[in-house]
């Protein structure tokens, strides 16, 4: 288990999905890099948001779909 993040370097707080390291992850990381770049958002993969205070807070999101929507909306 993993959480992917997407950090808006402007702004404080990021948005998390809960989700497993795989093929699927990076794929999935690709095309949200593909429609948003890397300007100004970080997407980033840790282990446990309690180790990773400099991303709080944490939105947790439920779906991929509800991520991307957000994070594209950003």
């Avoid at 992850?25 to 840790?46: A, C, E, M, P």
Wanted: glycine content about 6%; charged content about 25%; aromatic content about 10%.
């Amino acid at each position: 288990m993993c959480y992917l993040i997407a950090k808006d370097v402007d702004a404080v707080g990021c948005v998390a999905l809960k989700t497993t390291h795989g093929k699927h992850l990076s794929t999935f990381k690709n095309k949200i890099i593909d429609k948003i770049g890397y300007d100004r958002i970080q997407l980033v993969t840790i282990s446990r948001p309690s180790a990773y205070g400099e991303y709080e807070p944490y939105n947790f999101v439920e779906t991929k779909e509800e991520f991307e929507q957000i994070v594209c909306s950003i």
